[in-house]
Nanobody, 121 residues
Framework: QVQLVESGGGLVQPGRSLRLSCAGA????????MGWYRQAQGKEREGVAV???????SYADSVKGRFAISKDNAKNTLYLQMNSLKPTDTAMYYC????????????????WGQGTQVTVS
């Protein structure tokens, strides 16, 4: 059974950085495509970044140049390094995983974590 557990969220001032982690278990981590999504209060969920099994990444325009997604297959962990944070980045952040490649606009991922809250204020 796939398990995804996010951590690293919190309250941070604008302009500062945070690194989110998503620990995976119950699946072959290196063979899965993964992504980060977020949902702000009162808004629809949106894609932030996705990464394929070879490490190629794509980003939402709103975070390009500020956020970086990465995978450590040895640690079964997905990361999202968030720099130059803005109040508009405030949201619940979720990691997602699937055996097939999903474009960033596609939210039909097979498995989701419970989320970690990021508040920029």
């Amino acid at each position: 059974q796939v398990q995804l557990v996010e951590s690293g969220g919190g309250l941070v001032q604008p302009g500062r950085s945070l690194r989110l982690s998503c620990a995976g278990a119950g699946f072959t981590f290196s063979s899965y495509y993964m992504g980060w999504y977020r949902q702000a209060q009162g808004k629809e969920r949106e894609g932030v970044a996705v990464i394929d099994v070879d490490g190629a990444a794509s980003y939402a325009d709103s975070v390009k140049g500020r956020f970086a997604i990465s995978k450590d297959n040895a640690k079964n962990t997905l990361y999202l390094q968030m720099n130059s944070l803005k109040p508009t980045d405030t949201a619940m952040y979720y990691c997602a995983a699937d055996r097939v490649c999903r474009p960033i606009w596609d939210e039909s991922w097979q498995d989701w974590g419970q989320g970690t809250q990021v508040t920029v204020s």
